[in-house]
């Protein structure tokens, strides 16, 4: 088995204004204090704040959590992966289901984003994950399988991609998939990235999203082919995210 450094993940998602910096700057602290092991931290904050939290976040990554297709443009209102990589960010979450759903986002565009993201000299985070029907009616293998399939950047590495499965009946929900679960897709997703990627599919790191807080962090980052989390509501204090990324010390 590959040793693949874990990765311990926060999208802030339309959440933070500059006073929330301080919690932004007790998990940087933490994160040189050694307090979160040998996990790699990222934070994805609001776009308006990551200029000011790659000054503040010494020692840990800054992301953005969506990005244009193109370098520059007639696109008022939206941010190209340059620019996310000149205010300091070094990922770049894609595909998200929020942005899938409320931006009718195909799996095309996210591929788009996704290799202009590696154009741009970020890494890509892309979401895949079943809605509560697809799980129900047995579809979430081929939905996954499918989202893999017209979602990745061509020409990616373990280096410039991760993976992220979030099942959306478990974001915000407080429901998180079993354990046995998790194991499933998350085995099924390294089978289909080891195929798509020959040599670097099985160092890819595949993140688990979805409800996770401390209380499950330990039994969810333990499960064979996770490699991380991918934090929501629990990544916007630094107490409930270190609890979280803390599992890695
Ligand atoms: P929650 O952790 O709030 O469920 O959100 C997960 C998520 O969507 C992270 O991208």
Not at 217 to 231: R, S
Request: proline share 3%; glycine share 12%.
């Amino acid at each position: 088995m590959t040793d693949i450094r874990p990765l311990a993940a926060g999208n802030w998602k339309m959440n933070g204004l500059r006073a929330s910096l301080g919690e932004l700057e007790a998990i940087a602290s933490a994160v040189r204090a050694g307090e979160t092991g040998r996990a790699e931290v990222l934070i994805c904050p609001p776009a308006t704040l990551i200029a000011a939290a790659a000054q503040a976040g010494g020692g840990m990554a800054i992301g953005g959590q969506d990005c244009h297709a193109a370098a520059s443009g007639a696109h008022t209102g939206d941010i190209s992966a340059q620019m996310l990589r000149d205010a300091g960010a070094t990922y770049v979450i894609v595909g998200h289901s929020e942005r899938r759903a409320d931006h009718g986002e195909s799996d095309q565009m996210v591929r788009d984003k996704a290799e202009a993201a590696l154009r741009a000299g970020l890494t890509a985070i892309v979401c895949v994950g079943e809605t509560r029907d697809q799980r129900e009616s047995g579809q979430t293998l081929a939905v996954v399988g499918s989202q893999i399939a017209g979602s990745l950047p061509h020409d990616a590495t373990a280096a410039t991609l991760v993976v992220a499965y979030e099942p959306v009946w478990a974001i915000g929900t407080g429901l998180t998939p079993t354990a046995a679960d998790v194991a499933e897709v998350h085995a099924f997703i390294r089978h289909e990235l080891i195929d798509l990627m020959p040599g670097e599919g099985e160092k890819v790191r595949i993140l688990y999203g979805g409800s996770v807080k401390p209380a499950n962090a330990v039994e969810l980052m333990g499960v064979e082919n996770v490699n991380g989390a991918l934090v929501g509501g629990a990544s916007l204090t630094a107490k409930d995210f270190l609890g979280i990324a803390g599992v890695y010390k």
